[in-house]
């Protein structure tokens, strides 16, 4: 899942917010060392803190149906976690850092969401929304500068990018259909034989009434067990 966020945004950055530039995408550390090997205007993205949403966890389960309408797979509820880059620019120009950083808020503030366009892999598939936020105060107690401390790099200039995305849980298998009708047993009181046969719905014509709402036909019996008195009587009658 990370992996596909991190596809999604370089998408979004290369072809929408920076399209036409020289500015690269990078994911990198923003270590001394990373700044020392950097040779051309860069957008860093560093992915700095990774948290479950537990607000967003849910219960149940969700189905999977195939072509048919038939339950093929359950699907446990997906667990949310919010995943937090630091996004700085890297020129050789202060002014040209901010007009990057300008141009990157301008883009990123305009989408609530990951655009589903930019989705691929498991994202795509649950087809749930990708929350992000761009440049929100963090809602936990720890400030920019500890990650700067962290990666032993210089302070500079940042946006504090967020996005909330969906980890698909284990697929669960449904049991097979079932496609065979019940057995039903039944004895004789007098003779004691017996017979054994497999319910089903008999084959009746579309325009069937009963049909049209899963009653099955009367089913008459045969005429020695008619003689006989085999046969059920309403609850009530005497015989």
Known sequence: MIDEVDAALMALLSEETLPGTDVQVAFDAPTKEWTARRTAPTVNLF???IQEDV???QEGSAAEYDDDGAVVAE???PRWFSLSYLVTAWTNRPQDEHRILSVLLAGLVRHDVLPPARLTGTLAGLGLPVAMSIAV???RD???ADIWTAVG???KPSLDLVVVAPLASGRVRAAAAVTDGLRLHTSDAHTGGGESR???LPDVPAEDPAAAIGVPRERELPA???RRGGGSRPIGSRP
């Open 153 to 155: 790099g210089n302070l």
């Open 75 to 77: 699907h446990a509820a």
């Open 198 to 200: 497999r319910l089903r």
């Open 224 to 226: 020695e067990r008619r």
């Open 137 to 139: 105060p963090p809602a």
């Open 55 to 57: 607000s967003l966890r």
């Open 142 to 144: 720890r400030g920019l």
């Open 47 to 49: 992915l700095y803190d």
